[in-house]
DNA sequence: AAACAGGGCAACCGCTCGCTA
DNA sequence: GTAGCGAGCGGTTGCCCTGTT
């Protein structure tokens, strides 16, 4: 048996929504507001439209303060950064950027975005020096602002999810990390974790480009390694390994987007890897051999606040003339710049 | 000028989640 | 514990506009 409609299909309109319309459903919600009960709104108001009809057009269209038109480049890194990171949760991006709505950035993601880092030409072999510095430029204003939840000073503990994030006391453990890859080069990035899903639509053409590391579930230990092409492999991990980031690099096995500018920056814990990638497009890969986490909840995201506040770091960098955060070590490999 | 193709976007559909009785 | 319900979300559809032939 199926669930019962949740309006009578027949007597309601359907279609665009006309001015009259418009301007009922706000006229009624400027003055009563929604009543917490979409459904019985649409009678309440004169309205001949079903109840989530009007919730829709009210969100993505009457609310007060919805920004339309040209999306600006802070905002294409947020929606992109994002998207590397969790996936198609519109909701999700759409609360970083104020004023939008989820579908629009679905949308713009779905029309434009998507084209725009799957159109790439090829990039030149090497990097100039120029391209380094921009480089630097870029890891330097995406990581100038300090993680919160690695400032001593965060006055507030992540939250509780079923994926367990980090406690504050361990956070004192964590790893800041982040990764730039050369302008040569691009950046895969495996989750080994159910709840960052893989990217089937966005670059699936890449992975065949993929190098084929395999994060350990049993807490393996950081290591950077060369593969016989030559490609800087960057494979980080403590207690449970959730993500390598390969630099696939030149040659035949180069892939054909050619990322400009491919940026990854995250938490890493004992348990925990948050991850944050910028600006040029980025692939995932759900790997088959960690198990940990089969077992657990997929449809929980871990630590969104922690993304939450990753991106408003990013977002705020302009404003703060901080310096990288600290970290433990760095290297410089063959135009990867690599702090752990 | 007409026909066609492709892109962009608003709206719909169906599902899951969370609350409540 | 569970069934019913509404809210919210993500994927998909279909219409309209614009560019091309």
Redesign the pocket.
């Known amino acids: 048996m199926g669930?019962?409609p949740?309006c009578d299909?027949a007597n309601v309109?359907?279609?665009?929504?006309s001015p009259e319309e418009d301007a009922k459903l706000k006229e009624f919600i400027d003055k009563h507001g929604?009543g917490?009960?979409?459904?019985a709104l649409p009678q309440k108001a004169g309205l001949r439209r079903?109840?989530?009809?009007c919730?829709?057009?009210w969100l993505?269209?009457l609310r007060p303060n919805i920004k339309?038109g040209e999306f600006s480049d802070q905002e294409d890194k947020i929606i992109c950064t994002l998207y590397a990171t969790i996936g198609?949760?519109?909701?999700?991006i759409a609360a970083q950027l104020p004023g939008r709505t989820?579908?629009?950035i679905?949308?713009?993601w779905?029309?434009?975005l998507k084209?725009k880092f799957t159109g790439l030409p090829l990039l030149p072999h090497h990097p100039s020096h120029q391209q380094r510095t921009q480089q630097n430029a870029i890891i330097t204003s995406f990581t100038s602002h300090a993680h919160p939840l690695l400032s001593s000073s965060s006055p507030t503990p992540p939250p509780s999810s079923t994926l367990s994030p980090p406690s504050q006391s361990s956070l004192s453990n964590s790893h800041y990390f982040a990764s730039l890859t050369g302008l040569e080069q691009s950046v895969s990035y495996y989750s080994s974790s159910p709840n960052l899903q893989p990217q089937e639509s966005f670059l699936g053409s890449m992975r065949q480009y993929e190098a084929s590391c395999c994060s350990s579930s049993d807490g393996s230990s950081s290591s950077s390694t060369t593969n016989n092409n030559n490609n800087q492999i960057c494979s980080l991990g403590k207690e449970r390994e959730y993500y390598d980031f390969s630099l696939c690099g030149n040659g035949a096995d180069d892939h054909p987007m050619g990322f400009p500018r491919s940026f990854c920056s995250g938490v890493v814990d004992g348990g925990q890897r948050l991850v944050l990638g910028s600006v040029g497009g980025w692939s995932q890969e759900k790997q088959s051999c960690d198990q940990t986490w089969g077992a657990e909840n997929p449809?929980d995201y871990a630590g969104l606040e922690e993304i939450k506040q990753l991106i408003s770091s990013a977002s705020n960098c302009s404003s703060n003339n901080n310096s990288f955060l600290w970290y433990e070590g760095k290297s410089d490999h063959d135009g990867v710049v690599m702090y752990y």
């Open positions: 669930r019962a949740c299909k309109k359907r279609g665009p929504w929604t917490g009960n979409w459904i079903c109840g989530k009809s919730r829709l057009r993505n269209y339309h198609s949760r519109w909701s999700i989820d579908n629009d679905k949308n713009y779905n029309t434009k084209k449809s």
